[in-house]
């Protein structure tokens, strides 16, 4: 059995043991007792018995007694017992006295025993046991650690962060091979329990303390009263009454964010509300009349000084699986230039990773190892110039099939600087997984984290703007525009029933946008200002039409693995896009021109911007999540 313990199902199974008949090797006291007696054994005043428990590695020893009156029933050493059946004298790792008697230990490979034992008193009993090997394994994916606890001593955890934005209910369960304290303090102790071995709670008749706290900082201290070191296994759960938005600031330079829209799936008003959403399409709208940004720092980003980006971000749920696709134009704005670029992270696990063969695409591949792997589409990315007004939407839409789903990029653009009709659709990015994937927004809540990391990120949907890639902070010396932010339902835009004016997920930040909305979300440089927004009118967007993705083929399983090669190497000069020709930067993507006339302009004649978009996108542009 792995753990995550799921000591819950341990309880279940004690439960069905206290009924289970036992099979003694040996009688050396206990007789059996008549059959219509519901005890099977029985021990004369002053008589003892015992199982004999043999570990072969790291296990959960799940036991029970039933008798008709109160017992002694001991967990022992093989030291202890044979000092105990020689001398009489008792010493143990863990002792009950009770006519009911359920418990379980964790303990290391060795001989063990348990001992009932009825110093005063004839007694008819039942007692059974069961042996289940474990692999504690440090999760990355729940609170869920084995530690060491020193002698006399206590170890601490801080528990993660989101118990500060809301009251949340938590779930403490624990093993430990001798009897330890599990505590909570937050500036002084609001639980202490009895030393345990198991924690067992035998009002709810469940394995674990189930309590119910105010927002603030908590650490689960354990503590060990013996003269010898303590081996625990712990795994809490937290359920917040509602995620906080607010909580990115913990991890955060004061004074930047991204900012733009976004929906957490949170209601602030005058009683916080949450809601759930699973959608397939994701539209992020933008309208712009002026955008210019400066960072004298951008190279310590490997970025331009020029450049900011404009993203739609959402969370992809599939079977337990959480990944993190973003829809990002990264504008150079001295040039007047947008690239059209993608990502994918997996964030199922605080090291969850992706290679070039679970994920694939003609236009990229992966990078980097381990948690920092992620995809992009460094292969084939689009160049194009824009003049003011610079209007479309972003586009996210995910379609499953037998393989796994696949996730398609779009920008919709129809104006730029004159009214035109331009779809691409720039990436299309194949996950080998179960297929059953949708966006996900929940205001009840974060994505899987584990030992790692102090906070998971949320379950939102954000169109914000910041930095131009790398965490940079960017501040905008001009900014006038107008967004919106919609989920798809049968080819209409519907809008989320709450906003807020920043986003989260992202580790783009910026220093001077300000938010408004009058039915339309309106933003412009100017103060920082985080907060709830009113609902938008979507009558007041232009409607969503366009030509949807070429369908993508099945993939041939035998050949997935040699789509892509050198997952880890940076782009070279033969990824980069050609920047001299239209043609050759949608060699590999799918444009369709419905109407007006084309924006990709001739890129040879903005040929003095061809150094630097090259530089950009030979540089691996890496936009994470905001973590510490």
Same mark, same amino acid.
């Given at each position: $059995?792995?753990?995550? =313990?799921?000591?819950?199902? /341990?309880?279940?199974?004690?439960? $069905?043991?206290?009924?289970?008949?036992?099979?003694?090797?040996?009688?050396?006291?206990?007789?059996?007792?008549?059959?219509?007696?519901?005890?099977?054994?029985?021990?004369?005043?002053?008589?003892?018995?015992? *199982?004999?428990?043999?570990?072969?590695?790291? +296990?959960?020893?799940?036991?029970?007694?039933?008798?008709?009156?109160?017992?002694?029933?001991?967990?022992?050493?093989?030291?202890?017992?044979?000092?105990?059946?020689?001398?009489?004298?008792?010493?143990?790792?863990?002792?009950q006295n009770s006519s009911v008697v359920l418990n379980a230990a964790l303990l290391n490979s060795g001989v063990y025993y348990l001992v009932i034992y009825s110093p005063y008193q004839p007694v008819g009993f039942n007692l059974t046991s069961q042996v289940i090997p474990l692999s504690l394994v440090n999760s990355t994916q729940f609170a869920?650690?084995?530690?060491?606890?020193?002698?006399?001593?206590? %170890?601490?955890? &801080?528990?993660?962060?989101?118990?500060?934005?809301?009251?949340?209910?938590?779930?403490?369960?624990? &093993?430990?091979?001798?009897?330890?304290?599990?505590?909570?303090?937050?500036?002084?102790?609001?639980?202490?329990?009895?030393?345990?071995?198991?924690?067992?709670?035998?009002?709810?008749? %469940?394995?674990?303390?189930?309590?119910?706290?105010?927002?603030?900082?908590?650490?689960?201290?354990?503590?060990?009263?013996?003269?010898?070191?303590? !081996?625990?296994?712990?795994?809490?759960?937290?359920?917040?009454?509602?995620?906080?938005?607010? &909580?990115?600031?913990?991890?955060?330079?004061?004074?930047? @964010?991204?900012?733009?829209?976004?929906?957490?799936?949170?209601?602030?008003?005058?009683? *916080?509300?949450?809601?759930?959403?699973?959608?397939?399409?994701?539209?992020?709208?933008?309208?712009?009349?002026?955008?210019?940004?400066?960072?004298?720092?951008?190279?310590?980003?490997?970025?331009?000084?020029? +450049?900011?980006?404009?993203?739609?971000?959402?969370?992809?749920?599939?079977?337990?699986?959480?990944?993190?696709?973003?829809?990002?134009?990264?504008?150079?704005?001295?040039?007047?230039?947008?690239?059209?670029?993608?990502?994918?992270?997996? $964030?199922?696990?605080?090291?969850? %990773?992706?290679?070039?063969?679970?994920?694939?695409?003609?236009?990229?591949?992966?990078?980097?190892?381990?948690?920092?792997?992620?995809?992009?589409?460094?292969?084939?990315?689009?160049? @194009?110039?824009?003049?003011?007004?610079?209007?479309?939407?972003?586009?996210?839409?995910?379609?499953?099939?037998?393989?796994?789903?696949?996730?398609?990029?779009?920008?919709?653009?129809?104006?730029?600087?004159?009214?035109?009709?331009?779809?691409?659709?720039?990436?299309?990015?194949?996950?080998?997984?179960?297929?059953?994937?949708?966006?996900?927004?929940?205001?009840?809540?974060?994505?899987?984290?584990?030992?790692?990391?102090? /906070?998971?990120?949320?379950?939102?949907?954000?169109?914000? /703007?910041?930095?131009?890639?790398?965490?940079?902070?960017?501040?905008?010396?001009?900014?006038?525009?107008? @967004?919106?932010?919609?989920?798809?339902?049968?080819?209409?835009?519907?809008?989320?029933?709450?906003?807020?004016?920043?986003?989260?997920?992202?580790?783009?930040?910026?220093?001077?946008?300000?938010?408004?909305?009058?039915?339309?979300?309106?933003?412009?440089?100017?103060?920082?200002?985080?907060?709830?927004?009113?609902?938008?009118?979507?009558?007041?967007?232009?409607?969503?039409?366009?030509?949807?993705?070429?369908?993508?083929?099945?993939?041939?399983?035998?050949?997935?693995?040699?789509?892509?090669?050198?997952?880890?190497?940076?782009?070279?000069?033969? !990824?980069?896009?050609?920047?001299?020709?239209? +043609?050759?930067?949608?060699?590999? +993507?799918?444009? !369709?021109?419905?109407?007006?006339?084309?924006?990709?302009?001739?890129?040879?004649? =903005?040929?003095?911007?061809?150094?630097?978009?090259?530089?950009?996108?030979?540089? *691996?542009?890496?936009?994470?999540?905001?973590?510490?």
């Amino acid at each position: $059995m792995s753990c995550s =313990i799921k000591l819950n199902k /341990l309880f279940l199974l004690s439960l $069905m043991l206290v009924s289970v008949i036992p099979i003694f090797s040996h009688l050396d006291y206990a007789q059996t007792q008549a059959s219509n007696d519901p005890y099977e054994y029985a021990l004369p005043q002053g008589g003892f018995e015992y *199982i004999e428990v043999q570990t072969n590695q790291t +296990s959960a020893v799940v036991y029970a007694s039933l008798s008709n009156v109160s017992v002694t029933v001991d967990l022992m050493t093989q030291n202890q017992f044979m000092l105990f059946n020689t001398t009489g004298s008792q010493h143990y790792l863990y002792q009950q006295n009770s006519s009911v008697v359920l418990n379980a230990a964790l303990l290391n490979s060795g001989v063990y025993y348990l001992v009932i034992y009825s110093p005063y008193q004839p007694v008819g009993f039942n007692l059974t046991s069961q042996v289940i090997p474990l692999s504690l394994v440090n999760s990355t994916q729940f609170a869920e650690e084995e530690v060491q606890v020193p002698a006399h001593g206590y %170890t601490s955890i &801080l528990l993660h962060l989101s118990t500060e934005g809301s009251p949340f209910s938590l779930l403490l369960e624990g &093993l430990s091979n001798q009897s330890v304290y599990f505590s909570l303090w937050n500036g002084s102790t609001v639980f202490n329990s009895t030393p345990v071995t198991a924690t067992l709670n035998f009002t709810s008749l %469940t394995f674990g303390y189930n309590l119910h706290l105010s927002p603030g900082v908590y650490y689960l201290n354990i503590t060990n009263p013996h003269s010898s070191t303590a !081996t625990a296994f712990f795994y809490y759960k937290i359920t917040p009454s509602y995620v906080n938005p607010y &909580l990115t600031d913990l991890t955060r330079v004061p004074g930047q @964010l991204p900012m733009g829209i976004a929906s957490y799936g949170v209601v602030n008003s005058s009683r *916080i509300t949450t809601y759930a959403l699973n959608f397939s399409e994701v539209a992020g709208y933008f309208n712009f009349s002026s955008l210019s940004a400066y960072n004298p720092n951008g190279s310590s980003f490997n970025v331009s000084d020029y +450049s900011s980006s404009l993203q739609l971000n959402a969370v992809l749920y599939d079977n337990g699986s959480v990944y993190w696709p973003q829809d990002v134009l990264m504008f150079i704005t001295n040039y007047s230039v947008v690239i059209l670029h993608d990502n994918v992270f997996n $964030m199922t696990t605080d090291n969850a %990773t992706l290679t070039n063969s679970s994920i694939t695409s003609p236009e990229g591949f992966v990078t980097g190892t381990g948690h920092n792997a992620y995809y992009g589409n460094y292969k084939n990315p689009i160049a @194009l110039s824009y003049k003011f007004p610079f209007a479309g939407y972003l586009l996210m839409k995910v379609v499953n099939r037998n393989s796994g789903p696949v996730v398609s990029f779009g920008l919709l653009v129809f104006e730029n600087g004159s009214p035109v009709r331009e779809m691409f659709w720039f990436d299309n990015v194949s996950i080998r997984a179960p297929s059953d994937a949708s966006f996900v927004v929940n205001g009840t809540e974060y994505t899987p984290a584990g030992i790692f990391y102090p /906070l998971g990120s949320f379950y939102d949907a954000e169109l914000v /703007l910041g930095g131009g890639a790398n965490g940079e902070n960017t501040n905008f010396t001009s900014l006038k525009g107008e @967004l919106g932010l919609f989920y798809v339902k049968g080819g209409n835009l519907v809008a989320f029933p709450s906003y807020y004016t920043f986003g989260a997920d992202t580790a783009e930040s910026t220093s001077n946008v300000h938010v408004t909305d009058n039915g339309v979300v309106y933003v412009s440089e100017g103060k920082l200002n985080p907060s709830p927004l009113s609902s938008i009118n979507v009558d007041d967007y232009p409607p969503l039409s366009y030509n949807p993705p070429a369908p993508v083929k099945e993939p041939n399983t035998s050949s997935a693995t040699s789509t892509i090669s050198q997952s880890s190497v940076e782009p070279t000069s033969s !990824t980069q896009p050609a920047v001299g020709t239209a +043609s050759s930067t949608l060699s590999s +993507s799918q444009s !369709t021109s419905q109407s007006g006339s084309s924006s990709l302009t001739d890129l040879g004649a =903005i040929v003095g911007v061809s150094l630097v978009v090259t530089v950009i996108l030979g540089v *691996i542009i890496e936009r994470r999540r905001k973590r510490s």
